[in-house]
């Protein structure tokens, strides 16, 4: 079943921040002018996929130019939440994510087989699968979830997520996290924009990603 694949393409900036910092930065935060919430915090939920040899992760941390990482996400609580399947490309500087909303709920899928041929959600969505997909074999590795705080300044978006927890799918393995990530999103016309609001910020920019992150956790990989 042909099935519409919506596309955001955006530039991303990232600062991980420590427990103990966050009183700073939200004193940062909340001195800028125009600075406006946008919506309620919600929680999101992600399951990260990748095939045996851990090409996704591999090249991330290569750094390679295009590179790729798939996951599905949910809002909420799990068994009653839509889930739209993600493939989030980046190319250099810039971020592409390709989104598939399906009307599965998270309770009527089974995430082991959830890209299998024979899933009710493959078969539904065959032709919007295999064109995010192509022909890797991807199996669930990690899971994450956070609760997501949306900010508006000068027409930039902003982002901080905090209780981040990590679950290794393979031993059901739970960590959680003590840092919070802060994230701007913007694009190239508002480059002028981000100097003039970050000027100030005394945080580095940090290249953070939530999936190499629970990897790194769970001893998978090196990331720091």
């Not at 599905?72 to 994510?97: C, D």
């Not at 299998?116 to 539904?124: D, F």
């Amino acid at each position: 079943m042909k099935n519409k694949i919506d596309l955001i393409s955006r530039r991303e900036l990232k600062f991980t921040i420590d427990k103990n910092s966050l009183p700073k930065f939200y004193s940062w935060l909340f001195n800028q002018k125009n600075i406006l919430p946008i919506y309620q915090p919600r929680k999101i939920n992600s399951i990260y996929f990748d095939d045996i040899f851990f090409k996704s992760a591999t090249d991330n941390l290569s750094g390679i130019e295009k590179r790729k990482k798939y996951r599905i996400r949910w809002y909420g609580n799990k068994a009653n939440s839509p889930i739209n399947f993600e493939l989030k490309q980046k190319i250099n500087q810039y971020t592409k994510k390709f989104i598939l909303k399906t009307n599965f709920l998270f309770s009527e899928i089974k995430v082991d087989n959830f890209l299998s041929l024979n899933s009710p959600i493959a078969n539904k969505y065959k032709e919007s699968i295999i064109k995010l997909v192509g022909a890797n074999y991807l199996e669930p590795v990690i899971e994450t979830s956070y609760l997501r705080n949306y900010y508006m300044c000068d027409g930039v978006r902003l982002t901080l997520d905090n209780d981040l927890n990590y679950r290794f799918l393979k031993t059901n393995e739970i960590m959680k996290d003590t840092h919070s990530v802060f994230e701007i999103k913007f694009e190239d016309k508002d480059i002028e924009k981000i100097k003039y609001l970050t000027r100030n910020l005394d945080f580095i920019i940090s290249r953070h990603s939530k999936y190499l992150k629970g990897l790194y956790n769970f001893n998978i990989i090196d990331y720091f």
